[in-house]
C-alpha cells in the first residue's frame, strides 16, 4: 500500500534555531512531492514541492525541503525558526497508478511544530 | 483572484439525514478534490472531478457521492449520515496537470449528532 511517514508526532525548536520535520514515503515510482501547514480552524497552505530535478527545493516563507530518493525521504527544513512558525505541518505524495502520478493525494499524519520564544 | 470557497463552513446533521457542500474552486482551475480530516484518521481523499467526470475515487462508502458541474463548481452528498461522519470536509482545487499544487479552502466542519 502506498503510504507516508511523519514519525514525530510534535517537534519543539526555540526561535532563531534551525528546524527538521521528516517525512519517508512509500510509494513506487517517481510521486511528487509535497508539504503543506495548517494553522487552526483554517485549510491547508501549500508550502513547496518535489517534481523533478534539483534535489533541495525552495519554498514559501523560508521554508526548504530536502528530496533523498535512495531513503524515500522529503525532510522539511529552515534555517532560523519563527514563532509564528507554530502550525500543523503535512508531507503528501501523489498516489501512482499504474507508472503514473495521479491528482489523489496521500498525507502523512501530520507533524505540529511548537517554536517557543 | 478569490480562494477556494466551501459553505457552508460550519453544519450541525442529526443522524439518518444527508447533507451536500459545496465548493467553488479558483477561476480558471478544473481540478477539484475532496478530502476528510478526522483527528483518529488524518487526511483522507474522497474523490476528484476534473471537467466534470470523477477521475479518482478514495477507500469510502457509497453513502458519499460528488458531482461537478460545468463551472467547475463542486458538491459532495453524504446520505444517512453516521456519528463517524463527524469532521472537517476540505476541498482543494488545482489546475488539473497532476504536477500542480492544490489549493485549499477553509472547510466545512460537520457534525452528526
Known amino acids: 500500500a502506498q503510504s507516508v511517514a511523519q514519525p514525530e508526532d510534535q517537534v519543539n525548536v526555540a526561535e532563531g534555531n534551525p528546524l527538521t520535520v521528516k517525512c519517508t514515503y512509500s510509494?513506487?515510482?517517481?510521486?511528487?512531492l509535497f508539504w503543506y501547514v495548517q494553522y487552526p480552524n483554517r485549510g491547508l497552505q501549500f508550502l513547496l514541492k518535489y517534481i523533478t530535478g534539483d534535489n533541495l527545493v525552495k519554498g514559501s516563507y523560508g521554508f526548504e525541503a530536502e528530496f533523498n530518493k535512495s531513503q524515500t525521504s522529503f525532510h522539511l527544513k529552515k534555517p532560523s525558526a519563527l514563532v509564528s512558525d507554530s502550525a500543523l505541518y503535512f508531507c503528501?505524495?501523489?498516489?501512482?497508478?499504474?507508472?503514473?502520478?495521479?491528482?489523489?493525494?496521500?498525507f502523512g499524519q501530520g507533524t505540529t511544530l511548537q517554536v517557543k520564544p | 483572484k478569490a480562494g477556494v470557497t466551501q459553505t457552508p463552513r460550519y453544519l450541525i446533521k442529526t443522524r439518518g439525514q444527508q447533507v451536500t457542500l459545496s465548493c467553488s474552486p479558483i477561476s480558471g482551475h478544473r481540478s477539484v478534490s475532496w478530502y476528510q480530516q478526522t483527528p483518529g484518521q488524518g487526511l483522507q481523499f474522497l474523490f476528484e472531478?476534473?471537467?466534470?467526470?470523477?477521475?479518482n475515487k478514495g477507500n469510502f462508502p457509497g453513502r458519499f457521492s460528488g458531482r461537478q458541474f460545468s463551472n467547475s463548481r463542486s458538491e459532495m452528498n453524504v446520505s444517512t449520515l453516521e456519528l463517524g461522519d463527524s469532521a472537517l470536509y476540505l476541498c482543494?482545487?488545482?489546475?488539473?496537470?497532476?504536477?500542480?499544487?492544490?489549493?485549499f479552502g477553509q472547510g466545512t466542519r460537520l457534525t452528526v449528532v
Open positions: 503528501a505524495v501523489s498516489a501512482v497508478r499504474g507508472s503514473s502520478n495521479t491528482g489523489k493525494l496521500i
Open positions: 482543494a482545487s488545482s489546475p488539473g496537470q497532476v504536477n500542480t499544487e492544490a489549493f
Open positions: 510509494v513506487s515510482g517517481n510521486p511528487y
Open positions: 472531478y476534473f471537467s466534470e467526470t470523477q477521475r
